[in-house]
């Protein structure tokens, strides 16, 4: 079966993928500090859930996404009886 209602599976949805990601040379042009501090809101349903710079939306969303993949991956260690490696027990890493 294909992934993502593509016909090439994996590979198809990847190229796709790349297709959307701009090149480091257009966010390198495009990244400022008068850009990083505009604000950022997020909105569901058209409702303001937060808002803050841009810099800090994009410092949180890093952070929270490497916690979870470090909670995931310590998960999925002890539920194979794996031992956790001492760094990703740590809170600081």
Same mark, same amino acid.
Request: glycine share 8%.
């Given at each position: 079966? &294909? @992934?993502? +209602? #593509?016909?090439? +599976?994996?590979? +198809? /949805?990847?190229?796709? @993928? @790349? &297709?959307?990601?701009?090149?480091?040379?257009?966010? !390198?042009?495009?990244? *400022? *500090?008068?850009?990083? $501090?505009?604000?950022?809101?997020?909105?569901? &349903?058209?409702?303001?859930? #937060?808002?803050?710079?841009?810099?800090? &939306?994009?410092?949180?969303?890093? =952070? $929270? /996404?490497?916690?979870? /993949?470090? +909670? !995931? =991956?310590?998960?999925?260690? @002890?539920? $194979?009886?794996?031992?956790?490696?001492?760094?990703?027990? #740590?809170? #600081?890493?």
């Amino acid at each position: 079966m &294909a @992934r993502h +209602g #593509s016909q090439h +599976g994996r590979a +198809g /949805h990847q190229s796709a @993928r @790349r &297709a959307e990601i701009p090149s480091r040379e257009v966010l !390198q042009q495009t990244t *400022d *500090d008068r850009l990083l $501090n505009t604000k950022w809101r997020m909105l569901a &349903a058209g409702k303001l859930m #937060s808002e803050q710079p841009r810099y800090v &939306a994009i410092g949180d969303g890093v =952070l $929270n /996404h490497m916690a979870h /993949h470090r +909670g !995931q =991956l310590t998960v999925y260690l @002890r539920l $194979n009886e794996e031992k956790v490696p001492r760094d990703l027990r #740590s809170i #600081s890493g």
